[in-house]
């Protein structure tokens, strides 16, 4: 190894030091500055390097009393089990970032050995796997729950969430070796059929939780970006009544109905149906613009934690008081 090489080494042991003493042992840098023989200047300028360099990553956690109103409101509305709130960020990324926090803090306390967790597609589920910090280690299987897309891309696509939560949890994942989608329903019969195919499916089904994204209508979701739907055939469903999905692929409109579209029978995954028979399904979900799908998949019945913010919580409540009389 080189000076240079060996001097950069040297800096990020020094730095990890100094942050597991400042930030887990509560030493203050002036007592860190006269253990190491360190200036007091130089030891804060090496606690902002370790979070420049991703060393230490600081996180700030709303307080379980914040929100308690409008999650109270919403889990009696919708006979929810809980409901994870946060607060908003003009940021998309942070404000997905936000809601993937307290679905990862969830599954940190309820995740047990042997556990199975059937998994989704979409940003709002990869999120998740990217906001679990400090894990208790739990041998659970994470499996696919729908087939994957190329045009998804790794950070969006089943599997890929699933090697990462199994990556951080300590545990297993499984793959869905099958498309999201394929041309037709007997093409979809016949994928169904293969036996690799559905003893995965058979694993999701028993699986004690579901992790799952809610998607609405709009000209830039995922459907288009992966070219299962064009803007025009997403305008028409949208003007026909659908609101959103579930899962990617289950279409339902305002009231929690099924909406006829031109995926029907063409998705190998998990249904609604299935889906309901899994004790607790995390419906994630936190884009202000998907109020609508939200409600509509509350409505079904099939949710049993949302995780959302606090703008579309209650826009979802004004909204079931506006609409309830029409369903």
């Known amino acids: 190894m080189n000076d240079n090489a060996s001097r950069g080494a040297s800096d990020f042991e020094l730095m990890t030091d100094i942050a597991m003493l400042y930030y887990l042992d509560n030493v203050n840098q002036e007592a860190i500055a006269q253990r190491l023989s360190l200036s007091r200047a130089k030891v804060s300028?090496?606690?902002?390097?370790?979070r420049d360099e991703g060393i230490v990553e600081v996180r700030v956690l709303q307080h379980p009393t914040m929100?308690?109103?409008?999650?109270?409101?919403?889990?009696?509305?919708?006979?929810?089990?809980?409901?994870?709130?946060a607060v908003d960020h003009a940021d998309p990324d942070t404000q997905r970032s936000a809601v993937a926090s307290l679905v990862a803090n969830y599954l940190n306390r309820v995740l047990a050995d042997g556990m199975?967790?059937?998994?989704?597609?979409?940003r709002n589920v990869g999120a998740v796997a990217d906001n679990v910090f400090l894990p208790n280690g739990r041998n659970c299987t994470f499996v696919c729950a729908i087939g994957g897309s190329l045009r998804a891309g790794e950070y969006m696509n089943p599997d890929h969430i699933c090697r990462r939560l199994a990556a951080r949890f300590g545990g297993e994942s499984e793959t869905l070796y099958a498309p999201a989608m394929v041309a037709n329903p007997e093409l979809r019969a016949t994928l169904i059929a293969n036996d690799t195919v559905r003893a995965t499916l058979d694993r999701a089904r028993r699986a004690d939780l579901a992790l799952i994204g809610i998607g609405d209508m709009s000209e830039s979701s995922n459907m288009v970006r992966m070219g299962w739907f064009s803007p025009q055939e997403i305008a028409a469903a949208r003007l026909s009544g659908t609101v959103g999905d579930m899962m990617g692929y289950d279409f339902i409109d305002?009231?929690?109905?099924?909406?006829?579209?031109?995926?029907?029978?063409?998705?190998?995954?998990?249904?609604?149906?299935?889906l309901a028979r899994i004790p607790d399904v995390i419906a994630v979900a936190s884009e202000n613009t998907k109020a609508a799908a939200i409600l509509g998949a509350l409505r079904s019945g099939v949710i049993n934690t949302l995780a959302t913010t606090v703008t579309n919580a209650h826009t979802i409540l004004a909204l079931d008081d506006a609409t309830r009389r029409d369903a």
């Open 45 to 50: 300028r090496l606690l902002k390097r370790a």
């Open 67 to 85: 929100n308690n109103e409008v999650e109270q409101k919403l889990l009696e509305r919708f006979r929810l089990d809980r409901a994870l709130i």
């Open 116 to 122: 199975i967790v059937a998994v989704g597609m979409g």
């Open 254 to 274: 305002i009231h929690g109905r099924p909406a006829v579209n031109v995926l029907q029978g063409r998705v190998i995954g998990l249904t609604v149906q299935e």
